[in-house]
């Protein structure tokens, strides 16, 4: 058989697999980095946050490098009804130092300084380019892919799908049979809004580079899912995310979702009078790792949103640092496999282990039970409520009428929005098992 053209071939220039070709190319193995978009980047829709200590293993000193906006130093909690908001607001100035918490970067910075990265190691980035099939030996060993280029096969020892949600190259290689599921698949509709940066400072109660996280629950009408805002140095990014099958079930527009947000009376004076500059739209695999595909085939490895690696669900919106863990791993086992000589299934399994003893397995894993629970009809629709009107009734002073106590408004509550008693301990004990 002729030699590969390339050591490897990944597929996406994400953070996967920009992560996965530094590490290869690092190693002296030849790998190109195929993108479908102009640049990386530019295909690309996040919500803002990178949660970046897992490029201590990566890069030196990333915290200089990265093309950050702002960190990370208040991460707060909204729960919402129509006219209530209870904000459970967290601050660390400890995280507005190095090594730091999270960062605010915008998305084409970030993907096009992590594929700057792979291509200084000597990665060969092919933008505009679309993988559009495996190419497969005779016994279904993957040996490269094929592109929408004219003679544009590329032949290579191991391919690395990172191509995002909805993996084609994952199903085509015999790995993710179902695909991932409209009921495991969530839209993510964001606005980036301009706002001068001393206006986001004095909003926000933030100062110099220092920034904030917020997600929300409760502000998705009847469709299961949640709401984020992030602030940028002189911008915010708020947007909605909710589950596809809900959203076709319900009939309402992303965008109403999306607007109703921004006017609600806790979200509305944090935007007012900021410009839209950009809307953008993408899915996210929301299934956690009960829906995860096989990872690893002869001559194929899966990493990032291509393999479901993400969590977004209530607390956390996290695929980032998901996809660039996966990717390094994905990156190392492939040298260790090129070293071996053994680039099947079994020569490249240490992609599994590695990924076990990482956060990457080990959080989705802890985490396993989140999406199902807050996305349940109780959270979504029914504790929102619940716990607004508890909270009210304890700030409200009724004088001349007794302070209730917190039993009675809970079970004035509970009547209220029709959560049985049995149901709220079956939850909280389903919750405490969720995130223990
Ligand atoms: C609205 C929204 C908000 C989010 N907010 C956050 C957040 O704040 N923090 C966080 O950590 N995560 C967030 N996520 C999740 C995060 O964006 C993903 O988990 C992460 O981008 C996954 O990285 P990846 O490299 O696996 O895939 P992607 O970032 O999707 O990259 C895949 C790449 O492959 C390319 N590609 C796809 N198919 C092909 C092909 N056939 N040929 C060539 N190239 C191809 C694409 O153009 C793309 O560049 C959010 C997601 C959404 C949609």
């Known amino acids: ?22 590490e290869v190319a690092r190693a002296g193995r030849s790998v190109a980095l195929i993108e479908r978009g102009p640049f990386p980047g530019a295909k690309n829709v996040y919500g803002g946050v990178v949660y970046g200590r897992i490029l201590d293993e990566l890069v030196e000193n ?30 660390a100035q400890e995280w507005g130092g190095a090594p730091y918490n999270g960062a605010t970067v915008h998305r084409a910075d970030l993907d096009a300084w992590l594929a700057s990265l792979a291509v200084e190691a000597g990665a060969v ?62 839209l993510g509709v964001k606005e980036t809004l301009a706002l001068p940066r001393g206006v986001i400072d004095e909003r926000f109660g933030v100062s110099g580079r220092e920034g904030l996280d917020l997600e929300i629950l409760g502000c998705t009408r009847d469709v ?3 709401g984020f805002l992030y602030t940028q140095l ?35 004076p944090l935007v007012r009078g900021a410009e839209v ?17 096989e990872l690893i085939g002869d001559g194929i490895l899966v990493a990032g949103d291509a393999a479901a690696m993400c969590l977004a669900a209530g607390l956390w919106l996290e695929g980032v640092n998901f996809a660039l863990g996966a990717g390094m791993y994905a990156g190392r086992a492939t040298v260790a496999a090129l070293a071996a000589g053994d680039t099947s299934r079994r ?60 039993l009675r ?6 009547r209220k929005h029709g959560v049985k008693p049995r149901h709220l301990l079956a939850d909280a004990l389903k919750g405490w098992r969720s995130f223990g």
Not at 62 to 91: E, K, N, Y
Not at 367 to 377: E, T
């Open 125 to 186: 980035l092919v933008p505009s380019t679309v993988a559009t099939g495996l190419l497969r030996a005779a016994d279904g060993t993957v040996t490269g892919v094929r592109t929408d280029r004219p003679d544009g096969d590329l032949t290579a020892s191991v391919v690395i799908a990172c191509d995002g949600v909805n993996s084609f190259l994952a199903k085509e290689a015999g790995l993710y049979p179902s695909g991932p599921t409209p009921g495991h698949t969530a």
């Open 62 to 91: 990333w915290w200089d490098r990265m093309p950050v906006q702002r960190w990370v130093t208040r991460r707060s909690t909204m729960v919402m009804t129509a006219d209530q908001a209870l904000t459970v607001d967290f601050r």
């Open 347 to 406: 020569g490249l399994s240490d992609y599994r282990r590695l990924l076990e003893n990482s956060f990457v397995l080990a959080d989705l894993r802890k985490l396993r039970r989140v999406p199902g629970l807050v996305f349940s009809q109780r959270v979504q629709q029914q504790y929102p409520g619940l716990v607004c009107d508890l909270v009210q009734g304890m700030f409200q002073v009724d004088n001349p009428r007794p302070k209730p106590g917190v």
């Open 1 to 22: 058989m002729a030699e590969p053209l390339f050591d490897v071939v990944v597929v996406g220039a994400g953070p996967a697999g920009s992560a996965a070709a530094l």
């Open 409 to 414: 408004l809970l079970r004035r509550g509970a």
């Open 277 to 293: 500059k950009e809307y953008s739209a993408h899915l996210i695999p929301e299934g956690g790792y009960d829906t995860m595909p």
């Open 224 to 226: 299961p899912g949640g």
């Open 234 to 268: 002189d911008s915010l990014s708020v947007g909605v995310v909710v589950g596809l099958y809900g959203l076709a079930k319900s009939g309402v527009r992303p965008e109403e979702l999306l607007a109703d947000l921004k006017a609600h009376p806790a979200i509305a």
